[in-house]
């Protein structure tokens, strides 16, 4: 069932970082590689190298204890700019994730659905409405 996350998977979503060392060696291509880093910190959204580290060890954790649920290179680049979504069509976990990374300030945009976006669940600075009625409502 999507709409359930096991207390192991919410774990990992919670524990945050790792430690130094602690994260499988990641290949050069990959979004999680240092290498890439500073390209996130300098063009991205988050506030520098060590808030996009923070991020990229928390993916790592998460991808690492969850292989069956890990983020695709696609997500993780998003995430590491500093951009997420937030939806009904996501699994739980990720969208615990996304809620962990923006209550820690470490994701700036999250594009989601109103009632996220009017600060039920994620307080936001700034909302966008782009319609006042849901869609089929006429």
């Not at 594009?111 to 409502?137: H, S």
């Amino acid at each position: 069932n999507s709409n359930y996350v096991t207390d192991e998977t919410m774990s990992s979503i919670l524990e945050g970082p790792r430690k130094e060392g602690q994260t499988e060696s990641v290949e050069d291509d990959s979004p999680l590689s240092p290498k890439k880093f500073v390209r996130y910190a300098e063009n991205g959204l988050l506030s520098g190298l060590p808030e996009v580290k923070d991020v990229a060890s928390r993916i790592a954790a998460f991808n690492s204890d969850n292989p069956e649920i890990a983020f695709t290179n696609k997500w993780v680049e998003r995430f590491l700019y500093g951009v997420g979504s937030h939806h009904a069509g996501m699994l739980a976990a990720h969208k615990a994730f996304v809620e962990t990374l923006y209550r820690a300030q470490l994701m700036k945009v999250v594009f989601a659905t109103e009632t996220l976006a009017a600060g039920i669940n994620m307080p936001a600075r700034t909302t966008v409405v782009c319609a006042l009625a849901k869609r089929g409502d006429g």
